[in-house]
């Protein structure tokens, strides 16, 4: 007759596998952004301040004369306006777009992302539903277990970040999960 695993043995087994699991889970929210994504908001960022900058400008002036007089440029400072940089930024990305995209990409995408496990956001959100699962139903087991060594008189205290809704599910609701 085989003997059955010591419950605090198979516990803490259970309790290594859930580490694992979460080892591998923070890897996954570790992993850079894929490059295409990336560069797909820095076109965005950049539509965004060109924007901006062509709406903080106000050269009335040049269009709505005082009394007869030539139109005159005055670039005001505007109370609501952006910071300069972002102003500047704008006016690039107006002027120059393909050049100021072409070193942001360098330097800001493809530099910090050398190197780097790549992850879609898409596929990053799959590896962590599942991985989450993963760890839902190993918590189940876990508390299946303590439930089953404190019927049989052995005392396994819980781990303090135990799921409370696993904890204190009924006995029928675990097998459900």
Known sequence: MAKSPNPAVLVNQLRSLRQRL????????????????????LDEGLDALAKEA?????LAGLIETREGGAPVFSVPSNPGASTDTRLILGFVALINR???????????????????E???????????????????RQEVREEVSIREAEANGAEILRRADADPAIVLATDAALEAM
Do not use: F
Not at 118 to 136: G, Q, S
């Open 98 to 116: 393909e050049a100021l995209r072409d070193a942001l990409i360098r330097t800001k995408i493809d530099a910090p992302l050398q190197g780097r």
């Open 22 to 41: 979460l080892e591998e889970r923070a890897d996954i929210v570790a992993a850079a952004a894929d490059r295409d994504e990336a560069i797909e908001a």
């Open 54 to 58: 062509l709406s903080d400008v106000n």
């Open 118 to 136: 790549r992850l879609a956001t898409a596929a990053k959100r799959k590896a962590l539903a599942a991985l989450d699962e993963k760890l839902t």
